[in-house]
C-alpha cells in the first residue's frame, strides 16, 4: 500500500490524504480534511476500491463555480502522484 497526503489548491479542503495498492492500479483509502462533508465524504466511498485510471478519466477537469479545479479534480491528481510514487517504488 503507499500512502500520499495532498495539500490541494483553489478548493476548502485543506489536505486529501489518498491511499493505493502497491502496483498503483486502485484506490484504497481517501480522505479530505475539509471541505462540504457530505460531499467529500460521498466521493471517498464512491471511488474505493475502484481503478485509479478510471476514476481520473471520469473526474479530472471537474470544476467547481469559477475556481477551475474542484475536490474531485484535486483528489485526482493526488490519485496520480500516489500512483506514480508507487510504481517508481516497485522498480526501485
Known amino acids: 500500500m503507499y500512502a500520499l497526503d495532498y495539500t490541494p ?9 489518498v491511499e493505493v495498492s502497491d502496483d498503483g492500479s486502485t484506490i484504497h483509502n481517501v ?5 462540504c462533508n457530505g460531499n467529500t465524504k460521498a466521493v471517498a466511498k464512491l471511488v474505493e ?7 481520473v478519466a471520469l473526474l479530472a477537469g471537474n470544476q ?8 474531485a479534480d484535486q483528489m485526482t ?6 500512483q506514480a510514487a508507487a510504481r517508481a517504488a516497485q522498480v526501485g
Not at 480522505?31 to 471541505?35: E, L, N, P, Q, V
Not at 476500491?49 to 476514476?55: R, Y
Not at 467547481?64 to 475536490?71: A, K, L
Request: net charge positive.
Open 31 to 35: 480522505a479530505f480534511d475539509g471541505g
Open 9 to 17: 489548491v483553489r478548493v476548502c479542503p485543506r489536505s486529501i490524504h
Open 64 to 71: 467547481c463555480h469559477n475556481r477551475g479545479t474542484s475536490c
Open 77 to 82: 491528481i493526488a490519485l496520480k502522484q500516489a
Open 49 to 55: 476500491g475502484k481503478n485509479v485510471d478510471d476514476i
